[in-house]
């Protein structure tokens, strides 16, 4: 009877972390998988691979697209651009957006950040990693990018253990750091332990 108890307990937190999270990771949003620019940090809303582009943006777009032909060293053009392309699901052109900033304007922890969500997205999570270290080596205080490695690490590697090492870290940076549901890291790891202890 007690086995079957522990048994009902570990599915209830597996469905827990399940329902927490998998709406999230379905489309590539996690913790932190968001986009960060100077000002303000946005998740997409929009499903993976869905081209989900209003008049407005399209036009943007359009607009950018021209700005970054004529001229191909603005790196603000190429970001915003990156953005748009972040916001509307089209990883791969986000991808050469992105990288195109970067390769103007490198030290930008945000960006990079931006760059391994996109990569992500588009299945290569080695390619993720690679970016979110980047930015963590420009910026070791820098959480969204430790946030997104750990959900990397966690969910597309397996790797339990880096994984808690990390988000450990981040909550010695910031105790009081959530989830993209808001929901507070610390309990998601007490979760996380508890169903290691229980495996």
């Known amino acids: 009877m007690a086995k079957a108890s522990q048994t009902v307990n570990k599915q209830t937190l597996y469905i827990t972390i399940f329902i927490v999270f998998i709406a999230g990771f379905l489309s590539g949003v996690g913790f932190a998988v968001f986009k960060l620019d100077d000002s303000s940090s946005t998740a997409s809303q929009n499903q993976p691979g869905q081209t989900n582009v209003g008049d407005q943006e399209r036009q943007a777009i359009i607009n950018l697209e021209a700005r970054v032909t ?3 060293e603005d790196f603000n ?3 915003k651009l990156g953005h748009l392309y972040f916001d509307s699901d089209q990883y791969n052109k986000a991808i050469g957006a992105y990288t195109k900033s970067l390769e103007l304007h490198p030290g930008d922890a945000n960006l990079w ?6 990569y ?3 299945g290569d999570s080695t390619k993720a990693i690679e970016s979110f270290d980047k930015a963590i080596a420009m910026n070791p205080v820098h959480e969204p990018s430790r946030l997104n490695k750990g ?3 966690f969910y597309d590697f397996g790797k339990v253990e880096e994984a808690i090492a990390i988000w450990e ?3 010695k940076l910031n105790p009081e750091s959530r989830t993209a549901n808001g929901m507070k890291l610390q309990d998601f790891l007490e979760q996380i332990k ?6």
């Open 120 to 122: 992500r997205r588009s």
């Open 77 to 79: 053009a190429w970001t």
């Open 151 to 153: 959900i990397v690490l």
């Open 194 to 199: 508890e169903e290691q202890n229980n495996s």
């Open 113 to 118: 950040t931006d760059l391994g969500v996109m």
């Open 169 to 171: 870290a981040v909550l």
């Open 70 to 72: 004529s001229n191909p």
